[in-house]
């Protein structure tokens, strides 16, 4: 089955400054990559996701990239803000016959500094 | 527009007791999805239904069910609880097709003494 790596598990960065969380999978099969941010008390909420026919997907400050070839999709957020401070999970998934649900990476704990 | 609902958000269970939680999906939504959430696992898929059909599972004992009925409305059943199955369960809907991405609801805190 699917196998997703993520990291790092912790990211502290200043307010304003970028961040940046990687993740790795393991199935060649895998087309969908969807990000999740869950706050506390709360269920995950998708911010974004890319498929595997797209190198790149951008939502104001929020872009996505992907490399297939290295199996190799992270997130980017810019000039970050308070509210951004959550768990952030990555995902991926075969989104055809037989697909057995999003397989999650083990979250990154973004906390953003005043 | 109504998000996926809950219910209930808490749940205090004994071991040996079974249980049964709630998911109303997003109006429209033929999809229902089922994960279970704890600290050590992370999020784990246990299963998706479609159309009253259970489309996919993942690796979870027999004491997992689920259902679906004729409005999209899920349940999921767990049997014999154990201390282990002490999780957040999460229902995510999507219309239907893999690519339209998975709305969660906000989950059912269950926790077995």
């Known amino acids: 089955g699917e196998n997703v790596e993520q990291h790092p598990s912790t990211l502290s960065v200043q307010e304003g400054d970028s961040a940046v969380i990687k993740c790795t999978y393991s199935d060649s099969a895998s087309n969908y990559f969807p990000w999740y941010k869950q706050e506390l008390g709360k269920g995950p909420q998708l911010i974004i996701d890319?498929?595997?026919?797209?190198g790149e997907k951008k939502d104001q400050r929020i872009a996505v990239t992907l490399n297939k070839t290295a199996k190799h999709f992270s997130l980017h957020i810019t000039e970050t803000q308070p509210e951004d401070s959550a768990v952030y999970f990555c995902?991926?998934?075969?989104?055809?016959?037989?697909?057995?649900?999003?397989?999650f990476g083990k979250g990154t704990h973004l906390i953003i500094q005043p | 527009k109504a998000g996926v609902t809950q219910t209930p958000r808490y749940l205090i269970k004994t071991r040996g007791q079974q249980v049964t939680l709630s998911c109303s999906p997003i109006s429209g939504h033929r999809s229902v999805s089922w994960y279970q959430q704890t600290p050590g696992q992370g999020l784990q898929f246990l299963f998706e239904?479609?159309?009253?059909?259970?489309?996919n599972k993942g690796n979870f004992p027999g004491r997992f069910s689920g259902r679906q009925f004729s409005n999209s409305r899920s349940e999921m059943n767990v049997s014999t609880l154990e201390l282990g199955d002490s999780a957040l369960y999460l229902c995510?809907?999507?219309?239907?097709?893999?690519?339209?991405?998975?709305?969660f609801g906000s989950g059912t805190r269950l926790t077995v003494v």
């Open positions: 995902a991926a998934m075969y989104s055809g016959g037989g697909a057995d649900g999003l397989t």
């Open positions: 239904y479609f159309s009253e059909t259970q489309r």
């Open positions: 995510a809907s999507s219309p239907g097709g893999y690519f339209y991405g998975y709305t």
């Open positions: 890319i498929r595997s026919n797209v």
